[in-house]
T-cell receptor
Framework: GAVVSQHPSRVICKSGTSVKIECRSLDFQATTMFWYRQFPKQSLMLMAT?????????EQGVEKDKFLINHASLTLSTLTVTSAHPEDSSFYICSARDEPNQPQHFGDGTRLSIL | GNSVTQMEGPVTLSEEAFLTINCTYT??????LFWYVQYPGEGLQLLLKATKADDKGSNKGFEATYRKETTSFHLEKGSVQVSDSAVYFC?????????FGQGTRLTINP
């Protein structure tokens, strides 16, 4: 149980395009979803927290107009990297949980490469 | 805020060796503690957890005990396998967020 599916697993696109990443909870209702960014050989950096039906809460230093997060249902959250540039290339990971005291369950990540 | 310090890697061991990855934390209250594992090219998987002092989390031969007096949550395994090669993250749960250690890369040689 507690499976989180993230799609796509890898995307390569040109500078200036927008990229959408989906995160789905397959067998539970994710009241809260999280988006992380991971640079090579580094730890995960929390970008934002989203609760279903509410606006996402962004961490300090994360541009909300650059990284658009939508959490319109209890099983789906999306991260859109707008007008992506090479410095946005990274590994993006989502996680989800149903209740505050429960562990977060992670997707397999999306490797984004901007040329 | 909460913080986690874990043993710097990389750590390289031979198969069947004993493993310890140290982890200490600072936190207010009584947070839950986790170890997550990340295999190459994949997302994170929950390895084990402990929710209160003296709890021992265990899974796949790995163990970690929640030591409040030393604010530690060291990961141990008695006999590692090549398939254990991965990056291991010690994590403390705050009010709403997880705080990750920097990760320890473990390589097991046959």
């Amino acid at each position: 149980g507690a499976v989180v599916s993230q799609h796509p697993s890898r995307v390569i696109c040109k500078s200036g395009t927008s990229v959408k990443i989906e995160c789905r909870s397959l067998d539970f209702q994710a009241t809260t979803m999280f988006w992380y960014r991971q640079f090579p050989k580094q730890s995960l950096m929390l970008m934002a927290t989203s609760n279903e039906g509410s606006k996402a809460t962004y961490e300090q230093g994360v541009e909300k107009d650059k990284f658009l997060i939508n959490h319109a249902s209890l099983t789906l959250s999306t991260l859109t990297v707008t007008s992506a540039h090479p410095e946005d290339s990274s590994f993006y990971i989502c996680s989800a949980r149903d209740e505050p005291n429960q562990p977060q369950h992670f997707g397999d990540g999306t490797r984004l490469s901007i040329l | 805020g909460n913080s986690v310090t874990q043993m710097e890697g990389p750590v390289t061991l031979s198969e069947e060796a004993f493993l310890t990855i140290n982890c200490t934390y600072t936190a207010t209250g009584y947070p839950s503690l986790f170890w997550y594992v990340q295999y190459p090219g994949e997302g994170l998987q929950l390895l084990l957890k402990a929710t209160k002092a003296d709890d021992k989390g265990s899974n796949k031969g790995f163990e970690a005990t929640y030591r409040k007096e030393t604010t530690s949550f060291h990961l141990e395994k008695g006999s590692v396998q090549v398939s254990d090669s991965a990056v291991y993250f010690c994590v403390v749960q705050g009010a709403q967020k997880l705080v990750f250690g920097q990760g320890t890369r473990l390589t097991i040689n046959p």
